[in-house]
């Protein structure tokens, strides 16, 4: 089992910045894949950015520029600096890590952190 728990959401002005960190847990060994998810009101769920175990990192388009993925691997803690942050960056973000179980992949996920940009 792995377990995920995520901090730093709240309320911030159009323009600002929040920092979301992923604290990772449980049976880490054979992780390959930490993402961060949003989902709006009314919307799906969307990947927003991701790092692999060997250091890969992708981003959806929308957050290119302003958002930045990273892992403290000592901390076990997976981070979203996000920047200039826009009105449409409001949802709940999720913490997501993928792991390979004799050829399964186990799919967990954290309880979610509100973020609000709005003045």
């Known amino acids: 089992q792995v377990q995920l728990v995520e901090s730093g959401g709240g309320l911030v002005q159009p323009g600002g910045s929040l920092r979301l960190s992923c604290a990772v847990s449980?049976?880490?060994?054979?992780?390959?894949?930490i993402g961060w998810y949003r989902q709006a009101p009314g919307k799906q769920r969307e990947l927003v950015a991701q790092?692999?175990?060997?250091?890969?990192?992708s981003y959806k388009d929308s957050v290119k520029g302003r958002f930045t993925i990273s892992r403290d691997n000592a901390k076990n803690t997976v981070y979203v600096q996000m920047n200039s942050l826009k009105p449409e960056d409001t949802a709940v973000y999720y913490c997501?890590?993928?792991?390979?179980?004799?050829?399964?992949?186990?799919?967990?996920w954290g309880q979610g952190t509100q973020v609000t940009v709005s003045s």
């Open positions: 997501n890590a993928r792991q390979d179980s004799v050829g399964t992949v186990l799919e967990y």
């Open positions: 449980g049976s880490i060994s054979s992780i390959y894949a």
């Open positions: 790092i692999t175990s060997g250091g890969s990192i």
